[in-house]
């Protein structure tokens, strides 16, 4: 039996940690692009289209994401197209970090005071313009914190890729777990390493939500 | 290709996903119940506790909001056990729900909790109210009407995220999803039905509570309170 030794799990683990990174990192791209489209389809679109981004966002956040990953890696298999573990959880995570970045933007949009878009309508903007110029600079400055804060919600939902098969931190913690028969000290680790993730961006967002309410909005 | 759907393969096997939806309604009202208690005690231990109990609340909550649910339900399956501790699938995932539903409990009954008009502890000192009796009369029903919707939502995240368990082989709703789809091979079929159960159930949780809030925990005290 290979010996472990503390640091080769430490190591192990801090080498699997830029997968959880950069899944979270296409995710949380990715799902802004995305989020973006729908909140313009939402606000801009009408009756219908903002009914149907309403229906997306309700699917998303209704569902379990265990369950959307096991939809679009086993359930997409079953169909008879193959996918990897890389591109199932690209994508799932990506469209649900689009359904909540759009509902969280769009609280933002509503945020902003209904005369910047009348004021900016009389001005003879169109649509695309009172929204580009107008309301989401100032949008944006109330998203900032959420937006963070979501971050830390992405790198916590990449764990579930674990079962499907991604290799990143919880799989990898497995993995070790399994082999040294050390599960606590294992999982205390994985646990440190989603935790030094995770705290700064949490700690970020608190400190940018409390510099706005502090400049009164 | 052709593809041919069969949902009714799947809804055939009904009495396996009535236990799933049975499961995971039993542990999400357990926890939701225990979960709400430590995140009230936490919540006081955070805004009036001494300095150490404070500073054990915030670490807690922090500790826990800062990692996934599924590396807290692995390390309290796999991880306890190595330190002696031996629980059942069940249990573990009871724990789990529980300490992780406290730590955002705690976080969103304090909002609450410092929206306590000064008001309030003074008209309540006036009347002779102990320590005690004027957080559990007079600051909290007034504190847990103001962020019920919160709560409300949190619980319903905890009830998405115990699909999880099925994992460590409690029999909730995604475990009895897998059985099924590991027996008649209908992946997507059954997690498409899974998904839509989740999606009533996460509905009919948030109408119940919705209800069930106003009427049983903070009826007309808080009513009083927020006026």
Redesign the interface.
């Known amino acids: 039996m290979v010996d472990f030794s503390l640091w080769d799990i430490a190591r192990n683990l801090l080498m699997s940690v830029r997968w959880t990174v950069a899944l979270s990192l296409v995710a949380f791209l990715g799902g802004g692009v995305v989020g973006l489209l729908l909140l313009y389809a939402r606000i801009g679109g009408g009756g219908v289209a903002g009914k149907l981004v309403g229906g997306y966002v ?2 998303f956040q ?7 990953l ?2 679009a890696f ?7 197209v193959n996918v990897s573990p890389w591109i199932a959880a690209s994508v799932c995570l990506t469209l649900y970090s689009s359904a909540y970045l759009a509902e969280i933007w769009r609280g933002c949009v509503d945020a902003v005071p209904k005369g910047q878009w009348e004021a900016a309508k009389s001005l003879g903007l169109s649509f695309a313009q009172q929204l580009r110029l107008i309301v989401l600079p100032q949008a944006a400055r109330i998203a900032i914190a959420p937006t963070v804060g979501f971050m ?1 919600q992405v ?3 990449t ?2 890729a ?2 499907i098969g991604f290799v990143e931190i ?1 799989k990898t ?2 993995m070790i ?1 399994n082999a040294t ?8 680790f ?2 440190l390493f ?2 030094a993730l ?2 700064p961006l ?1 700690w970020w967002s608190k400190r940018l939500e409390l510099k706005m309410s502090a400049s009164g909005r | 290709m052709k593809i041919e759907l069969d949902f009714l393969a799947v809804l055939a096997q009904w009495p396996l996903l009535a236990k799933g939806v049975a499961w995971t309604l039993a542990l999400t009202a357990l926890s939701a119940v225990l979960g709400g208690v430590v995140g009230v005690v936490c919540a006081w231990m955070r805004a009036y506790g001494a300095k150490p109990l404070a500073w054990i609340a915030a670490t807690y909550v922090e500790l826990i909001r800062n990692t996934p649910f599924i590396v807290q339900l692995f390390f309290i399956f796999f991880g306890l056990p190595a330190a002696g501790v031996k629980l059942t699938p069940e249990i573990a995932s009871i724990i789990a729900m529980v300490v992780n539903l406290g730590a955002y409990a705690a976080e969103i009954v304090r909002a609450g909790l410092d929206a306590t008009p000064r008001g309030q502890f003074d008209a309540a000192k006036a009347l002779g109210l102990g320590r005690m009796q004027m957080f559990r009369l007079v600051v909290l029903p007034p504190a847990l009407a103001k962020v019920w919707p919160a709560m409300v939502s949190q619980i319903i995240i905890v009830m998405l995220g115990s699909a999880v368990c099925g994992q460590i082989s409690t029999e909730e709703l995604s475990y009895a999803a897998n059985l099924i789809q590991s027996r008649n091979f209908r992946a997507f079929e059954s997690f498409i039905i899974a998904g839509a159960i989740y999606l009533l159930l996460a509905i009919a949780v948030r109408h119940v509570l919705t209800w069930v809030g106003p009427r049983f925990l903070f009826g007309a005290s808080a009513k009083a309170g927020v006026r």
């Open positions: 309700q699917v209704g569902t379990p994401l265990l369950i959307q096991f939809l086993f359930g997409i298999a079953a169909l008879g830390v790198i916590k939902g764990a579930l674990s079962i919880t913690g497995g777990a028969f050390q599960p606590f000290l294992v999982y205390s994985v646990a989603y935790f995770c705290f949490s």
